[in-house]
């Protein structure tokens, strides 16, 4: 896990939309959030292993306050 900050801009019911900001970069993402680290990392297993789709190609993983995010690029 790379250290990373978020700027969360919007919140849908299971979603929130906003800016993963690493290595200097400022990249548009949608989060999907867990409060069980054990659950967050089936879909983030699933995506590392399907990682030559081009639409789930930028993922993270990452701390926000009190819950893990499954991290997307935003497109």
């Not at 250290?3 to 919140?11: G, H, M, P, T, W």
Request: aromatic content about 14%.
């Amino acid at each position: 896990m790379l250290e990373s900050d978020c700027a969360i801009i919007k919140r849908d019911d299971s979603v929130y939309y906003g800016v993963l900001k690493i290595s200097g970069k400022e990249i548009s993402s949608i989060f999907l959030p867990f409060n069980d680290e054990e659950k967050v990392l089936e879909p983030y297993t699933h995506l590392v292993e399907h990682h030559d789709d081009w639409i789930l190609s930028c993922h993270h993983l990452v701390r926000y306050q009190d819950e893990w995010l499954v991290v997307l690029e935003y497109f």
